[in-house]
């Protein structure tokens, strides 16, 4: 973030950032930054908030008024959640037996998924494989935790990739089936604590680290490094 503001502002061009992470924008100094003590991943604060969204953009654009930097300053409110309290969201009943656990649990998400797709207008899954190929990517994944060499495993992309659209997939999946805005990272903490793709995720991670992968540890958020 502050490298590429000074490269901005070397070439003429104004900037103002935002943090969440205030011992970060300290270190790297950008010319202009509003902290905000918000949960990570949401820089703007309450989602569905538009008022308090505007606040937060007119109090980082008010910094452009201050002709030089570093300059940082502190957004006046404050948002608090449990966001390492999994989010209460039922799961589907196994319907496939014959499939491995996880692969018949992100099945049985399929439709909610697809609720939360066209309730959005878009998604994050699709990086390296689309909702129609999760639950071959979860046994995958079993594999890898099996200790089947990831590259033989039948992954369809690399593991940092894959494991990304698992994660969007259940999370968005998640948010299909409650009925308010969850918290920071509770669908997040509800995937990787309660779920059984979740524990496909994690013993894949562990084994990965095991054979000396260099990438294990970012196979999952480093939030849920329990």
């Known amino acids: 973030m502050g490298t590429i503001a000074h490269v901005l502002e070397a070439a003429g061009i104004a900037t103002v950032a935002l943090s969440l992470v205030r ?4 270190s790297t100094a950008p010319p202009r930054v509003l902290h905000c003590d918000f949960p990570l991943g949401r820089p703007l604060g309450r989602p569905k908030d538009p ?3 505007r606040r937060v ?19 006046p409110e404050s948002i608090e959640d449990a966001s390492d309290r999994p989010l209460a969201c039922p799961l589907p009943p196994r319907e496939r037996p014959d499939l491995h656990p996880a692969a018949d649990e992100a099945l049985g998400l399929r439709r909610a ?21 999760i639950p071959e990517a979860l046994v995958a994944f079993a594999k890898v ?16 990739q894959v494991s990304r659209d698992i994660t969007s997939y259940y999370e ?3 948010a299909a089936l409650v009925d308010h805005v969850p918290e920071a990272r509770a669908a997040e903490t509800w995937l990787y604590q309660q779920t ?13 680290k095991e054979a000396g992968e260099p990438f294990w540890f970012y196979v999952i958020p480093f939030t849920q490094d329990l």
């Open 23 to 26: 011992g970060q924008a300290e």
């Open 51 to 53: 008022a308090f969204q």
């Open 57 to 75: 953009i007119k109090a980082a654009l008010a910094l452009l008024d201050e002709p030089s930097g570093p300059v940082i300053r502190d957004f």
């Open 113 to 133: 998924w697809e609720r939360s797709r066209a309730a959005n207008g878009r998604t994050l899954v699709g990086r390296a494989v689309g909702p129609e190929g």
């Open 145 to 160: 935790a099996d200790g089947t060499p990831w590259k033989e495993a039948g992954l369809p992309g690399h593991p940092l």
């Open 172 to 174: 968005e999946a998640a």
């Open 196 to 208: 059984e793709a979740g524990k496909v995720l994690k013993a894949a991670r562990r084994t990965m």
